[in-house]
Each structure stands twice: as C-alpha cells, then as structure tokens.
C-alpha cells in the first residue's frame, strides 16, 4: 500500500495541472495522499513530512523538465 501511494504520489504529480507551479502541485498532492495512511498509523510527521518532500522535488523536477 506504501508503495502504491508514493507511485501515485509521482504519477500524479506530473499530470495534474493547477495552473500554480508545480512545486506547489507536489505539496498538496503529497499532503492530501499521505493523509489517509498517516491517519490510520497515527505516524502523522513522517509520512505526511515525506510526502511532501518527496512532492515538492518531483514538481521541481517537473518544473526543470517540462
């Protein structure tokens, strides 16, 4: 299930447009997606804190690329 969220996490950041950057694309998709499972495991700062790291590089990466 981990691995399943943090894919979606990369899958959805590069083709998801907000019309904000896409850096911000990232930390929002980052936080709503980890929210469930850090709501279930009750381990709210690292899996919300990697989230959206991991969503904010990406959308910079993004950002570099596209």
């Given at each position: 299930a981990a691995f399943?969220?943090?894919f979606m996490i990369g899958f959805l950041?590069?083709?998801m447009e907000l019309g904000i950057h896409p850096a911000l694309?990232?930390?929002f998709l980052g936080?709503?997606?980890s929210l469930p499972?850090?709501?279930i495991t009750r381990a709210y700062a690292p899996i919300i804190g990697?989230?959206?790291v991991g969503g904010v590089i990406i959308g910079?990466?993004?950002k570099a690329i596209l």
């Open positions: 399943i969220e943090r950041i590069p083709n694309t990232g930390l936080a709503s997606l499972s850090a709501i990697t989230g959206i910079f990466i993004v």
